[in-house]
Nanobody, 120 residues
């Protein structure tokens, strides 16, 4: 089992920045791909950014050039640096982790979500 604790959300004005963190703990041998998703009111959850264990990244078109995903495998922690924020970035942001466990399982876990609100 993997536990994820997110932090860093909050209220920010348009054009501002925030940095989200997601710390993983539990039965982890190593993290595989990790990602950030978001869900705005009345909308489906969407992929924001993803980074593989080899460091390959991909981003949604709406955040390219503004958001940066990174990871620190020594700390089992992932980050999302968000800059030039827009009101349409307002959503609950969830981290998602695919991890290999010490017992040979592949575990897919979700964080509880952190609210990001961008005012105009």
């Amino acid at each position: 089992q993997v536990q994820l604790v997110e932090s860093g959300g909050g209220l920010v004005q348009a054009g501002g920045s925030l940095r989200l963190s997601c710390a993983a703990s539990g039965n982890i041998l190593r993290l595989n791909a990790v990602a950030w998703y978001r869900q705005a009111p009345g909308k489906q959850r969407e992929l924001v950014a993803r980074i593989t264990s080899s460091g390959t990244t991909n981003y949604s078109e709406s955040v390219k050039g503004r958001f940066t995903i990174s990871r620190d495998d020594g700390k089992n922690t992932m980050y999302l640096q968000m800059s030039s924020l827009k009101p349409e970035d307002t959503a609950v942001y969830h981290c998602n982790v695919v991890a290999s466990s010490r017992t040979g399982l592949i575990l897919n876990s979700w964080g509880q979500g952190t609210q990001v609100t961008v005012s105009s």
